[in-house]
DNA sequence: TCCATAACGGAACGTTCCGTTTCGTTATTA
DNA sequence: TAATAACGAAACGGAACGTTCCGTTATGGA
């Protein structure tokens, strides 16, 4: 039953002197089913070139380590969401918030997303591109959501790094914990603490 | 330079029909030694037996995987560090806080709890471990500031669990992007929004 | 039109680490 | 005194790493 799977019977051979865009699709799309089904466990390049029907060198062709695929894996799935800012912070974050999770449940990408942070730890240059590139993009959005709050006058802008790291910290701690389930009535409460008016 | 450096010349031997309490204890000075020097994506097993002049199956006659080794290098070292509840929730977060990253940063600690994420991320039963047992241990004190705050009536206790979350996550999410120097200046804020009052 | 070029899948490379087993040694405990 | 069990060391089979070859395929510049 654990055979691997030819998800593609078709055979990509050369298409000359130039990469073949068919070869990166079949091999995200293998690392997404092979993170769907033995999570951050299962995979590895060899699973995932087993799986796509293609060499490791294609792998290391396209991308330059794992987390480098695991990023583009998951970048590929999260661009369907996005957060535009309404007038009421908290409303927003929890709208956000549970498109997140739905999205982290009802997909590969909340595994994909607990490889990636995990292969961060082992790999300084894996986590910088992660700090530097993959999470500013990432965030765009919901920091948007932040910065419109603070155009509104609803909160200061000197707060908004404090608040963002709330927020993020606070997904990040039920994804890493895989409690998604389980912590989805502590969203509310929470969201209305990150987006309160300040002072007394 | 790679040379495994032995700090134990004394050779531990048999001691007879029964567990080594120094096998143990230099076990776990190599496997602090191993986090310190080369981090996550240092520490293996193989490493750690090398450095502590220890046979693998001794550490494994301890240890049932790596994920229960690191949660007990931590533990070790964390059980220094105690927190009372004063009358302010907020002022007892921030030094909390100040006290947490502080060690995670003069200590190898900070790698280890990193590694230790990482760890349970590959592993289902070290999840379970890490979320059933390690972290209600290691947040026993925390969720004391949370307690007595109720007691006193400046939160709702049906809040405790939102607040406890957006805390913890805080902490993850600069540890894990090994941001702690650069954070520092969030910490203020970020405690002053887990410990408002509720409403408006 | 021809041919250097380069990506393709596949196989094998040497290395590292996993967790386990085997070994002779050591000293306790029954 | 004899059974017991942990010790360090070495080696096991298996998996994955990232790289290097291989013969094949088709492009694109000369």
């Known amino acids: 039953m654990k055979a691997a799977k030819a998800a593609t019977p078709v055979r990509r051979a050369s298409i000359g002197a130039r990469r073949n865009p068919a070869s990166q699709a079949a091999i995200l ?16 390049i060899d699973a995932v070139s087993r799986r796509a029907g293609a060499g490791k060198p294609t792998i290391y062709r396209w991308w330059k380590n ?21 007038a009421d912070l908290a409303q927003d974050l929890i709208d956000h918030t549970s498109a997140l999770w739905s999205f982290w449940c009802g997909t590969p990408s909340g595994r994909t997303f ?65 409690q998604l389930d389980a912590g989805q009535a502590s969203i509310p409460a929470a969201m209305r603490l990150i987006a309160a008016r300040s002072g007394p």
Chains 1, 2 share one sequence.
């Open 114 to 178: 607990r490889a990636l942070l995990a292969e961060a730890q082992s790999d300084p240059e894996a986590l910088a591109a992660l700090r530097e590139k993959f999470l500013p993009e990432r965030l765009q959005d919901v920091r948007g959501l932040f910065t419109a709050a603070v155009a509104r006058g609803d909160i200061p802008a000197a707060e908004v790094e404090a608040r963002l790291s709330l927020y993020i910290g606070f997904n990040w701690f039920y994804v890493l914990t895989d």
């Open 66 to 86: 794992r987390a480098d695929l695991l990023m583009e894996v998951y970048a590929a799935e999260k661009a369907g969401i996005r957060a535009v800012p309404s």
């Open 29 to 44: 799309a293998a690392a997404r089913a092979v993170l769907a089904e033995d999570g951050y466990a299962g995979f590895s």
